[in-house]
């Protein structure tokens, strides 16, 4: 987080981190295919990084998921995104926390 504080693109970080969450989460088969030993490790940077440059995501980004995919952490970026989320929120002074009300709540 210290070198993206430093440049001013933690916040666009986050919300690249949390779009690629989101295409892993919804594009049917991406999370399989991240994870499948078939294809090649080269395939998988190639595909990823001509659609990240494509969407113009952070170089950063695009090198922490091809080395993931070097040492086959791939199935690990849903838990780095968690993480970094967890980060920023503690950055921002949010706290998690959890309501529990004997009466329902107004708005």
Do not use: W
């Amino acid at each position: 987080v210290v070198s993206t504080q430093s440049t001013g693109s933690a916040d666009a970080i986050e919300g690249q981190l949390n779009s690629l969450q989101g295409a892993i989460d919804s594009v049917g088969g991406l999370k399989e295919y991240l994870s499948l030993p078939v294809c090649s490790k080269e395939e998988k940077k190639s595909s990823l990084g001509d659609a990240f440059e494509e969407a113009g995501i952070d170089p950063l980004i695009n090198n922490m998921v091809s080395t993931m995919i070097d040492n086959k952490r791939s199935n690990h970026i849903s838990g780095v995104v968690g993480a970094f989320n967890t980060i920023m929120a503690a950055q921002r002074g949010e706290v998690p926390c959890k309501v529990t009300s004997a009466q329902p709540l107004s708005d």
